[in-house]
């Protein structure tokens, strides 16, 4: 069952018409499955037709073309009736949040009560999503006189508080004030653990892809470029497109711990031992740009550099200017972005043994 | 001439104030007659305008269009088609509804209906898409976002709604031709006003005017501070 394909999208298009004339093709011939329990994120830029997409997977625009399978069963073209009920196992985080005339309460309970709830229940619930966003004092409060960052508290609250099996968060973070940021993140750090519920979740920060995404859909223009595992993603994009927009990245998922005497995090990636200057404890995943790591042929000199590896070349990918390397640090790789001129002057071959260097401060944490 | 006018006013402080019998029958009369009108042109009026306001299709722009212009229709015009239909000879005379109240609400009813649908059809479309998006991915059926639609427009409604009323009220020549101004029948302000004027009887014609002012300004009054009221 945990492996099951619980969304199913079967070459959707989406072409927006105005009168009878082809106006703009948002979307074609997407293809992708999310299974039950999974965060799938879909990173693009802006105008690539991600909310677009995210809109006909919560039932809210039909395709043109195409077929959505929910469990199996294909949800396509339903009665309205029928819609509703479909509709209900979704909620949908909008990128500007809307709220409704009325009380802060009444909001957050609107959801529930188009599903018919019993009052009591309703209440407690509201209650406690009101206790965690942190808006208690602001219950009976018309919703619309609230500032800017709360009633983006409020439109989460109003979302999270449903028994939904699918959670569509659409570019949510981009105009999150820094404290809602904190509380989106502990909201889906919550769900993540929960394998019942399902994310997907669309961005055009990839380090925000990075940090959520069991699996990423790269979206160029309406059409997919790449579906695959963020490590995977990062390291060998497919396209230009991917590469470009993606940026390249090293990432990897390992176990932090603090060393008492200097502040820093030594992060345990299988046989490896990274340090981060960012102080983080448990599972994490570190990211670093293949542009911080410096080559050299001899151990470094300077004992302040805290991460040096020794490595064999793996791969050489020539850009033009750029070359990409690829170094094999025993089990992990690392991408490693050099100019055609070092790489000469350092006589770089296949299969060569040298040293990579980064700085405690180029690692990222997520 | 003054002097008249003086007296007018004299007779009808009078009136008022004693409570004279047939000026509240005819208020009372004007009130229902109008209101049951405005009153079944809104039930009528919230389905269709609210279904008409956020749908596209090939004749929305024509019936737009006819909307409009029955917005403003003349009600002496509205009178005489209710006559003819509802005259002893016309497909309708069996009934025998002319010169009754029934008729009159029938009348100002078509009036009324124009523009509360229009109102209403033209607030449910400024309501911004994104906000019934967002009420229908709360999981609502379409029934509860219609009644949502209505509570989010619902200042521009009720404002439809109360011009619609005082149109109503002071229209005088539909309730003329179809109620025919008979007294303590179908005698309503506007029909009162015109005979007493024409009989001379000042007085009379001042004090229903005083009270239908009245009842403007109360709701205009009514109106602005719905208008102004959470803003």
């Given at each position: 069952?945990?492996?099951?394909?619980?969304?199913?999208?079967?070459?959707?298009?989406?072409?927006?018409?105005?009168?009878?004339?082809?106006?703009?093709?948002?979307?074609?011939?997407?293809?992708?499955?999310?299974?039950?329990?999974?965060?799938?994120?879909?990173?693009?830029?802006?105008?690539?037709?991600k909310?677009?997409?995210?809109?006909?997977?919560?039932?809210?625009?039909?395709?043109?073309e195409?077929?959505?399978?929910?469990?199996?069963?294909?949800?396509?073209?339903l009665?309205?009736?029928?819609?509703?009920?479909?509709?209900?196992?979704f909620?949908?985080?909008?990128?500007?949040?809307?709220?409704?005339?009325?009380?802060?309460?009444?909001?957050?309970?609107?959801?529930l009560?188009?599903?018919?709830?019993?009052?009591?229940?309703?209440?407690?619930?509201?209650?406690?999503?009101l206790?965690?966003?942190?808006l208690?004092?602001?219950?009976?409060?018309?919703?619309?006189?609230?500032?800017?960052?709360e009633?983006?508290?409020?439109?989460?609250?109003?979302?999270?508080?449903?028994?939904?099996?699918?959670?569509?968060?659409?570019?949510?973070?981009?105009?999150?004030?820094?404290?809602?940021?904190?509380?989106?993140?502990?909201?889906?750090?919550?769900?993540?653990?929960?394998?019942?519920?399902t994310?997907?979740?669309?961005t055009?920060?990839?380090?925000?892809?990075?940090?959520?995404?069991?699996?990423?859909?790269?979206?160029?223009?309406?059409?997919?470029s790449?579906?695959?595992?963020?490590?995977?993603i990062?390291?060998?994009?497919?396209?230009?497109?991917?590469?470009?927009?993606?940026?390249?990245?090293n990432?990897?998922?390992?176990?932090?711990?603090?060393?008492?005497?200097?502040?820093?995090?030594?992060?345990?990636?299988?046989?490896?031992?990274?340090?981060?200057?960012?102080?983080?404890?448990?599972?994490?995943?570190?990211?670093?740009?293949?542009?911080?790591?410096?080559?050299?042929?001899?151990?470094?000199?300077?004992?302040?550099?805290?991460?040096?590896?020794?490595?064999?070349?793996?791969?050489?990918?020539?850009?033009?200017?750029?070359?990409?390397?690829?170094?094999?640090?025993?089990?992990?790789?690392?991408?490693?972005?050099?100019?055609?001129?070092?790489?000469?002057?350092?006589?770089?071959?296949?299969?060569?043994?040298?040293?990579?260097?980064?700085?405690?401060?180029?690692?990222?944490?997520? | 001439?003054?002097?008249?006018?003086?007296?007018?006013f004299?007779?009808?402080?009078?009136?008022?104030?004693?409570?004279?019998?047939?000026?509240?029958?005819?208020?009372?009369?004007?009130?229902?007659?109008?209101?049951?009108?405005?009153?079944?042109?809104?039930?009528?009026?919230l389905?269709?305008?609210?279904?008409?306001?956020?749908?596209?299709?090939?004749?929305?722009?024509?019936?737009?269009?006819?909307?409009?212009?029955?917005?403003?229709?003349?009600?002496?015009?509205?009178g005489?088609?209710?006559?003819?239909?509802?005259?002893?000879?016309?497909?309708?005379?069996?009934?025998?509804?002319?010169?009754?109240?029934?008729?009159?609400?029938?009348?100002?009813?078509?009036?009324?209906?124009?523009?509360?649908?229009?109102?209403?059809?033209?607030?449910?479309?400024?309501?911004?898409?994104?906000?019934?998006?967002?009420?229908?991915?709360?999981?609502?059926?379409?029934?509860?976002?219609?009644?949502?639609?209505?509570?989010?427009?619902?200042k521009?409604?009720?404002?439809?709604?109360?011009?619609?009323?005082?149109q109503?009220?002071?229209?005088?020549?539909?309730?003329?031709?179809?109620?025919?101004?008979?007294?303590?029948?179908?005698?309503?302000?506007?029909?009162?006003?015109?005979?007493q004027?024409?009989?001379?009887?000042?007085?009379?014609?001042?004090?229903?005017?005083?009270?239908?002012?009245?009842?403007?300004?109360?709701?205009?009054?009514?109106?602005?501070?719905?208008?102004?009221?959470?803003?």
């Amino acid at each position: 069952m945990n492996n099951m394909k619980l969304i199913n999208l079967q070459k959707i298009s989406k072409t927006f018409y105005k009168e009878d004339k082809v106006e703009l093709k948002v979307l074609s011939d997407i293809s992708l499955s999310v299974k039950k329990g999974e965060c799938f994120t879909i990173i693009g830029p802006n105008g690539s037709g991600k909310t677009t997409l995210l809109r006909i997977l919560g039932l809210l625009e039909n395709p043109t073309e195409g077929n959505i399978y929910f469990a199996g069963k294909d949800i396509t073209n339903l009665s309205r009736k029928e819609t509703v009920t479909f509709r209900r196992k979704f909620s949908f985080v909008r990128q500007k949040p809307l709220v409704l005339n009325t009380s802060v309460a009444n909001n957050i309970a609107y959801g529930l009560k188009v599903r018919g709830l019993e009052r009591e229940e309703i209440l407690s619930k509201v209650k406690e999503i009101l206790e965690f966003i942190g808006l208690k004092g602001l219950a009976n409060k018309n919703a619309r006189s609230l500032s800017g960052g709360e009633i983006q508290r409020v439109a989460i609250a109003m979302n999270f508080v449903l028994p939904s099996e699918i959670y569509l968060l659409d570019e949510v973070s981009a105009n999150l004030d820094l404290r809602n940021v904190t509380l989106l993140d502990d909201l889906i750090t919550k769900l993540k653990q929960d394998k019942e519920k399902t994310i997907i979740l669309s961005t055009h920060d990839p380090l925000e892809a990075i940090k959520y995404a069991d699996r990423i859909a790269v979206l160029n223009n309406g059409k997919i470029s790449q579906i695959n595992t963020p490590e995977i993603i990062f390291t060998s994009p497919k396209d230009e497109f991917t590469a470009q927009f993606v940026g390249f990245e090293n990432i990897f998922s390992g176990l932090a711990e603090i060393e008492q005497e200097t502040g820093l995090s030594l992060i345990k990636i299988n046989d490896l031992t990274i340090t981060s200057s960012t102080q983080i404890e448990g599972s994490v995943k570190v990211c670093i740009r293949p542009e911080s790591i410096i080559i050299s042929k001899d151990p470094p000199a300077n004992v302040s550099t805290r991460n040096s590896f020794e490595g064999k070349i793996d791969q050489i990918r020539d850009l033009g200017n750029i070359c990409h390397l690829i170094v094999a640090c025993n089990f992990e790789k690392f991408l490693v972005s050099i100019t055609k001129a070092s790489l000469e002057k350092l006589n770089i071959k296949l299969n060569s043994a040298l040293y990579i260097n980064f700085k405690a401060t180029d690692v990222k944490c997520l | 001439m003054a002097d008249e006018l003086v007296q007018g006013f004299i007779q009808a402080f009078i009136l008022i104030v004693t409570f004279d019998q047939e000026i509240w029958e005819i208020i009372f009369l004007s009130i229902r007659v109008s209101g049951s009108a405005t009153f079944l042109a809104t039930i009528t009026a919230l389905p269709i305008g609210s279904y008409l306001g956020p749908r596209e299709f090939r004749a929305k722009k024509t019936i737009s269009n006819l909307i409009n212009t029955f917005m403003g229709f003349p009600p002496v015009v509205m009178g005489l088609i209710i006559f003819l239909l509802l005259s002893r000879s016309g497909p309708l005379g069996s009934a025998g509804l002319l010169y009754t109240t029934t008729a009159m609400i029938i009348a100002q009813f078509f009036l009324a209906l124009p523009i509360i649908i229009g109102t209403t059809k033209a607030a449910i479309e400024s309501v911004d898409p994104a906000l019934k998006e967002t009420v229908q991915s709360l999981g609502s059926t379409e029934g509860q976002l219609w009644w949502e639609l209505i509570k989010e427009s619902k200042k521009s409604i009720i404002a439809g709604i109360v011009i619609a009323f005082g149109q109503a009220l002071s229209e005088v020549g539909a309730v003329m031709i179809v109620g025919g101004n008979i007294r303590w029948h179908t005698r309503t302000f506007t029909t009162a006003i015109v005979l007493q004027t024409r009989m001379g009887e000042f007085g009379m014609a001042i004090a229903l005017g005083l009270v239908l002012i009245i009842i403007t300004f109360i709701l205009n009054y009514t109106l602005t501070h719905l208008q102004t009221k959470n803003e």
